[in-house]
Nanobody, 122 residues
Framework: QVQVVESGGGSVQAGGSLRLSCEAS????????MGWFRQAPGQEREGVAA?????????ADSVKGRFTISQVNVADKRIVYLQMDNLNPTDTAMYYC??????????????WGRGTLVTVSS
C-alpha cells in the first residue's frame, strides 16, 4: 500500500506562482512513477507532469516552460514538487498527485491523493 497526500494549493493572481507538494509513503519500492494531474469543473482529468524513479520527467505541452516537477527521497518517503509559475486562470483546477507501479497515465495510476485546489484569478 502507498499513501499519497498533497498540499500547497491556494488562491493566486494571474502571473503568480505556487508550489505544490506531494508526500508519498508506504511500499515505495513498488512505485516507478509519480504524477500530477488536474481536473477543472466540467472537464476530464488531465495529466500535467510526471517523474520517474530514475529521474526522467515529462511535462504536458499546455504547461511546458511554466511548470516544473521534481522529487526528493527522505527516509522512506518520496516528496514530489510541482513548481507552477506564470499561472493563468485556465490553470484553475483541483490538482491531484498519484503513484504508479509502471508508467504514468491518467487511467493507469495505482494510488491517488485527495487533491489540492488551485484558483487563479485575473
Amino acid at each position: 500500500q502507498v499513501q499519497v497526500v498533497e498540499s500547497g494549493g491556494g488562491s493566486v493572481q494571474a502571473g503568480g506562482s505556487l508550489r505544490l507538494s506531494c508526500e508519498a509513503s508506504g511500499y515505495m519500492r513498488s512505485i516507478n512513477c509519480m504524477g500530477w494531474f488536474r481536473q477543472a469543473p466540467g472537464q476530464e482529468r488531465e495529466g500535467v507532469a510526471a517523474i520517474y524513479a530514475g529521474g526522467g520527467t515529462h511535462v504536458a505541452d499546455s504547461v511546458k516552460g511554466r511548470f516544473t516537477i521534481s522529487q526528493v527521497n527522505v527516509a522512506d518517503k518520496r516528496i514530489v514538487y510541482l513548481q507552477m509559475d506564470n499561472l493563468n486562470p485556465t490553470d484553475t483546477a483541483m490538482y491531484y498527485c498519484a503513484a504508479a507501479s509502471d508508467t504514468c497515465y491518467t487511467k493507469g495510476m495505482d494510488y491517488w491523493g485527495r487533491g489540492t485546489l488551485v484558483t487563479v484569478s485575473s
